[in-house]
């Protein structure tokens, strides 16, 4: 009598099943591509439409935006912080635009950072302006 070797029972691993939030049909659900942000988007063949069962997440959290909302009112640039939190400069002024939009909506206005000082008088010294273009080579004027 041959013996034969028990194979190792595989786990079974429950199978995503795709259910349209238009229609609750989970029946003839098609795969349609991905996302911009890599997300699976299915068709449904009995309400002909699209959807994404488990959109990802889109933008930054919000201790992002006041952490950069609070670096650029201490003194720094939107590049400065834009660098510092690894995010678009754009994204920095939109998040400044809509926090003074929600201070004007409370009725405060936007205070200058703590420390700031305005310039009454600025005097300049030994300034140089070059219009157009050097004249010479590459390093003319340098040894």
């Given at each position: 009598m041959d013996e034969q070797p028990v194979s190792p029972v595989s786990p079974v691993v429950p199978r995503f099943v795709a259910r349209c939030p238009h229609c609750d049909s989970d029946k003839r659900q098609t795969k349609a591509g991905r996302t911009k942000y890599h997300s699976l988007r299915f068709h449904c063949t009995a309400c002909d439409k699209d959807y994404t069962p488990q959109p990802k997440q889109q933008g930054y959290d919000a201790p992002t935006r006041k952490?950069?909302?609070?670096?650029?009112?201490?003194?720094?640039?939107?590049?400065?912080?834009?660098?510092?939190?690894?995010?678009?400069?754009?994204?920095?002024?939109?998040?400044?635009?809509?926090?003074?939009?929600?201070?004007?909506?409370k009725g405060e206005t936007a205070l200058p950072p703590a420390g700031a000082v305005a310039a009454q008088t600025v005097e300049l010294d030994e300034v140089q302006v070059f219009v157009g273009a050097r004249k010479g080579g590459k390093n003319a004027g340098f040894t």
């Open positions: 952490q950069a909302v609070a670096l650029v009112l201490e003194g720094l640039s939107l590049r400065a912080v834009a660098r510092i939190l690894s995010v678009n400069p754009q994204s920095v002024a939109n998040w400044l635009a809509a926090h003074q939009v929600a201070l004007q909506d």
